[in-house]
């Protein structure tokens, strides 16, 4: 069974920092691409960042690029998303998930940016 655990999130004042972490299993993570998306209250979930199955190839939306940085590390079977000088805009629940074969989502880590 396929399961995706994020952690990480919490409350933070407009320029500081958070590392989200995803825990996956059920499937050989070396073998897939991950992404974070999130989503904020009333809006779709969008995309946030992406990773290559080998960590070598890294993707961004244009609103975080330059400040958040994902990584992995395939023998812990985590994904990660370094946040660095958030903003209130970035406030969301945050989720990950295989690229190219989705899983069930999971509960996603809640991100709140206070000003």
């Known amino acids: 069974q396929v399961q995706l655990v994020e952690s990480g999130g919490g409350l933070v004042l407009a320029g500081g920092s958070l590392r989200l972490s995803c825990a996956a299993s059920?499937?050989?993570?070396?073998?897939?691409?991950m992404g974070w998306y999130r989503q904020a209250p009333v809006k779709e979930r969008e995309f946030v960042a992406a990773?290559?199955?080998?960590?070598?190839?890294?993707y961004y939306a244009d609103s975080v690029k330059g400040r958040f940085t994902i990584s992995r590390n395939n023998l812990k079977n985590t994904v990660y998303l370094q946040m660095n000088s958030l903003k209130p805009e970035d406030t969301a629940i945050y989720y990950c998930?295989?690229?190219?074969?989705?899983?069930?989502w999971g509960q996603g880590t809640q991100v709140t940016v206070s000003s």
């Open positions: 998930n295989f690229r190219n074969r989705p899983a069930t």
């Open positions: 059920g499937r050989t993570f070396s073998n897939y691409d």
């Open positions: 990773i290559s199955g080998g960590g070598g190839s890294t």
